[in-house]
Each structure stands twice: as structure tokens, then as C-alpha cells.
């Protein structure tokens, strides 16, 4: 089989992704955000995200084109993210990836987002992709822990969050804080200049009682929560809030589970494999512990480039190409979005 040349469109959240990929080569990964216009309502409003898809997706796939300097006609394949996500966003890209590819007379490819973010990792030459891995999914809409056996058929979803993702939780307790949208880099980089340990905040299902149940799952409201009591009490006590100390406490309490949870699945499972993806994994904390925790444990840690970790097309281009190399077939024109599609 020749390298397929493939288009990938993301649109299950706010960034509206064109990557175009030849087998692992990354071509191109064009990008348009609508975070801007979430800012003043301190998270992502689907029907503002799936309008902005609408009319960001035609010049992003240009941009894509002219990054790779490729013309339409010479792509073999087009792939798109069908889920999970918001439905409304999901429509735009399937929408549009159906019609170019009908267009064009090729194939298309539905695919999984999550398990695109761990394509991700494909497109890094550094060190490519090796399985099983355990990956660890961290954005504002997904906190999930993943065994992938191959990439292609077989991925086992171990846990998720039972209710914020971790980047949302960032956003929520930066909003309380006063700091703007979005507020895991606010957070991250007020962080820095506190201490940890000054106050010690919950850790979501950790107690042995959660562990039975949860072991490998994820839960950020009971800490929100108690960010906010224990700003409140020291606002009504008339006392200034240490907003450092707030912060690196919280991100630790972040951190510490989402990292302990990661390698307590590479442990169990024993698979010496971590990847990590998703915009949380901009957290200077985060990747941090990941790799202190990691090299203690005998755990390979892999964290691809910020741009790949992040939503973004080239990622779904990935995996399309990885499909096609595997020998599966074509989509076809009568898939739809599903905001809840399991990996
Ligand atoms: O993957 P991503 O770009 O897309 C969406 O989920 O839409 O992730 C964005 C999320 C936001 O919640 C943002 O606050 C969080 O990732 N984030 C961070 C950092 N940078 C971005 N969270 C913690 N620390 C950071 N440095
Ligand atoms: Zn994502």
C-alpha cells in the first residue's frame, strides 16, 4: 500500500482542526479557536461554538491546503472526528467532511476522538507510538484513562470524570480566584509562586471505599467546592486570599490524582507506558510530577507536542491514515455524530 495523503477536520469542541498527515509525516495543522467568544460566559456555549465551526471550517482547510502545499484532488482520504463531543459542533465537521469527500469521489473515515489524541503521538518522530500504553486524556471537556492494547480495535476505556473534566475544574476555581477564561494557564502561572502544601485540599475518589468502585475514575466538583468554602470563609473572616497559595494547593490536589491514578493503571495492568493529551497537558505542574512519578515508577512517560496534544486535525488525519494502513474500510456517507460515541 502507498502512504495515504489524508484531510482530518476536528470540531467536537471550540478549536475548528484541519490537519493533513501522509502516513505519520505531518503535513499541515491549521487551527481556528472560538475560546474568545466563550470568555464572557467562563466556558464553551455549543450553539456559539457550532456556528463558529461553520464558518471557520472553509479557510481553515485552506490554510491546511496551502500549509501542505497540496490541492484537493491529491488527497486519498478524508477523516473526521464523530464523536464524543457537543452534537452541534460534531454536525459541522461530518457535515463538511462528507460533502468533500463526496466531492472528490474518496473515502471517508469516521473516527473517536479520544483515541485521536493518542494518534497524536504517531506524528512525533521522536518516538513513535508503542503499545500498550496507558494514556491519561486531559482537557476542559474530557478527563479519561485509557488501556490501549492498538490503537486500531482495541482501546478499553478504564474511567472518567463523574463530573467536571480537569480543565473545566481550572476554569471554575480561576473564576472564583478573579482570574479570567481560560483559567488553567491563570492558575498554572499563579501557581508558581505559591506553596503546595499550604492548604490541603480533597483528592476525588481516593478513599479505599471510592477505590472499589472508582478506582481508575475522576471527580473535580468535591475539590471546586471546597476552593470556594475556604475562599468564602476567609472573605467573610474580612481576610485577603492568598490567591498563590490557593493555587498551587488546587493544582497539586489536581495533579496528584490525576498522576496517581495514571500510574496506579500502568502498575495494575503492568504496561510501563504513559502518554498523556489534551490541553491540560500544558500544565507545568502536571508534566512535572508525571515525569518525577514516571521515572520512580519505571514508567515510559510520552507527552507529543503541545500543538498535537490540544484539539487539532492533524490527529484525526492520524489515526484516518493509520486505519487505512490497517486495511479497514471506508465510513461511508451515512454515519452521524454521536456527543457520546465510546471508544
Ligand atoms: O484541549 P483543550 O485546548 O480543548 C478543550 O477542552 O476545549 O483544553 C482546554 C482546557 C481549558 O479548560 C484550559 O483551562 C485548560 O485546558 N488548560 C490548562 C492549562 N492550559 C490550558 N489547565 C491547566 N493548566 C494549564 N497550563
Ligand atoms: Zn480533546
Known amino acids: ?89 460534531l454536525m459541522v465537521g461530518v457535515g463538511a467532511a462528507k460533502a468533500l469527500a463526496l466531492s472528490l469521489g474518496k473515502p471517508v473515515y469516521a473516527v473517536n476522538h479520544l483515541v485521536g489524541h493518542v494518534g497524536a503521538d504517531l506524528l512525533d518522530d521522536a518516538a513513535p507510538l508503542e503499545t500498550p500504553t496507558i494514556a491519561l486524556l486531559v482537557s476542559g471537556g474530557h478527563t479519561s484513562l485509557l488501556l490501549v492494547r492498538d490503537l486500531v480495535g482495541d482501546v478499553e476505556m478504564l474511567g472518567e470524570t463523574i463530573d467536571d473534566a ?30 503546595p502544601e499550604a492548604i490541603r485540599f480533597p483528592r476525588g475518589l481516593t478513599r479505599p ?47 496528584d490524582v490525576l498522576v496517581g491514578k495514571a500510574l496506579a493503571a500502568c502498575s495494575d495492568l503492568g504496561v510501563p507506558r504513559l502518554l498523556l493529551g489534551g490541553g491540560v497537558v500544558a500544565n507545568a505542574r502536571l508534566r512535572r510530577v508525571a515525569e518525577e512519578r514516571s521515572a520512580a515508577a519505571g514508567v515510559d512517560l510520552r507527552i507529543p507536542p503541545l500543538p498535537l496534544c490540544t484539539d487539532n486535525g492533524a490527529m484525526i488525519a492520524a489515526l484516518g491514515s ?14 452521524g455524530a454521536d456527543s457520546t460515541l465510546p471508544v
Open 322 to 335: 493509520k486505519l487505512i494502513m490497517a486495511g479497514y474500510e471506508p465510513s461511508g456517507l451515512d454515519f
Open 166 to 195: 480537569a480543565g473545566e475544574a481550572f476554569d471554575k476555581v480561576a473564576r472564583l480566584l478573579g482570574l479570567p477564561y481560560p483559567g488553567g494557564p491563570e492558575i498554572d502561572r499563579a501557581a508558581e509562586g505559591g506553596d
Open 1 to 89: 500500500r502507498e502512504t495515504p495523503l489524508v484531510l482530518g477536520i476536528e470540531t467536537s469542541c471550540d478549536e475548528t482542526g484541519v490537519g493533513i498527515v501522509r502516513g505519520t509525516d505531518l503535513l499541515a495543522n491549521a487551527i481556528a479557536s472560538s475560546m474568545d467568544e466563550h470568555a464572557r460566559y467562563g466556558g464553551v456555549v455549543p450553539e456559539v461554538a457550532a456556528r463558529a465551526h461553520l464558518e471557520a471550517l472553509g479557510p481553515t482547510i485552506r490554510e491546511a491546503l496551502a500549509e501542505a502545499s497540496v490541492s484537493l484532488d491529491e488527497l486519498d482520504a478524508v477523516a473526521v472526528t464523530s464523536g464524543p463531543g457537543l452534537a452541534g459542533a
Open 209 to 255: 471505599k471510592d477505590l472499589e468502585r472508582h478506582r481508575y475514575d475522576f471527580s473535580f466538583s468535591g475539590l471546586k467546592t471546597a476552593v470556594a468554602r475556604w475562599v468564602e470563609q476567609r472573605r467573610a473572616a474580612g481576610e485577603s486570599v492568598p490567591v498563590a497559595d490557593v493555587a498551587a494547593s488546587f493544582r497539586e490536589a489536581v495533579v
